[in-house]
């Protein structure tokens, strides 16, 4: 079975500033993938960035970076210089690989961002 | 904007009534995936559809079930509906296994 923690509920960041979003994942699949989705207040799950297992390179999508750590078993993600639209819920999910097809994707509880003027 | 879209976009139910949810997928997709936010938490996984058939459970009760159409288009039907069933429900499309990418989801309130 997945599973994916994120232990920050909530986070307060000054605009421009970085900032880390913390996510441990635990699986026994030796392949799988790593994402982050933003969630405005609209609902929408909108897709950030993406880290397969077996990626040699930490991905990064702009001013979003995956910062993983196979042996640690984390992927965080890091924003850069922030920005007021950044403020959202953000959630860490995985997907283990199956010979069926696509896979379900487990979810961690999120994190809520407020970026501060 | 992904290119899935859900409707309705809101919906108020009596507790024991019937749903249906819809999702229309983003063009070429043949995986549509479906899972319920709970106020509050991360999405769960109740289901999966590849090329018409279910592909994958997750632990929700039988009386959740869905369709998945030629066009690829899905459905999500709730039978007996409980105070606990309302959530977003949210549904996402693929192609095969590659990244998954989600509608706007449906609030559904069970009252």
């Known amino acids: 079975a997945q599973k994916i923690t994120q232990t920050q509920p909530g986070m307060f960041v000054q605009e421009k500033e970085a900032v880390t979003l913390d996510c441990t994942y635990d699986?026994?699949?030796?392949?799988?993938?790593l994402f982050w989705y933003k969630q405005p207040s609209s609902g929408e799950m909108i897709f950030l960035i993406y880290?397969?297992?077996?990626?040699?390179q930490n991905a990064t999508e702009g001013r979003y970076s995956l910062n993983f750590q196979k042996a640690r078993k984390s992927a965080n993600l890091v924003i850069s210089a922030s920005q007021l639209g950044d403020s959202a819920m953000y959630f860490c999910?995985?997907?283990?690989?199956?010979?069926?097809?696509?896979?379900?994707?487990?979810f961690g509880t999120g994190t809520r961002l407020t970026i501060i003027p | 904007e992904t290119g899935v879209t859900q409707s309705p976009t809101h919906l108020i139910k009596t507790r024991g009534q019937q749903v249906t949810l819809r999702c229309s997928s983003q063009?070429?997709?043949?995986?549509v995936s479906w899972y319920q936010q709970a106020l509050g938490q991360g999405p769960q996984f109740i289901f999966q559809?590849?090329?018409?058939?279910?592909?994958g459970r997750g632990n929700f009760p039988p009386r959740f079930s869905g369709l998945q159409f030629p066009n690829y288009s899905s459905e999500l039907n709730v039978n007996a509906l409980e105070l606990d069933d309302s959530a977003l429900y949210l549904c996402?499309?693929?192609?095969?296994?590659?990244?998954?990418?989600f509608g706007p989801g449906t609030r559904l309130t069970v009252t």
């Open positions: 996402a499309s693929s192609l095969e296994a590659h990244e998954q990418y």
């Open positions: 699986t026994s699949d030796p392949s799988y993938g």
């Open positions: 880290q397969g297992s077996y990626d040699q």
């Open positions: 999910a995985m997907r283990a690989r199956s010979n069926f097809g696509n896979e379900k994707l487990t």
């Open positions: 063009s070429g997709h043949n995986t």
């Open positions: 559809y590849y090329r018409e058939e279910e592909n």
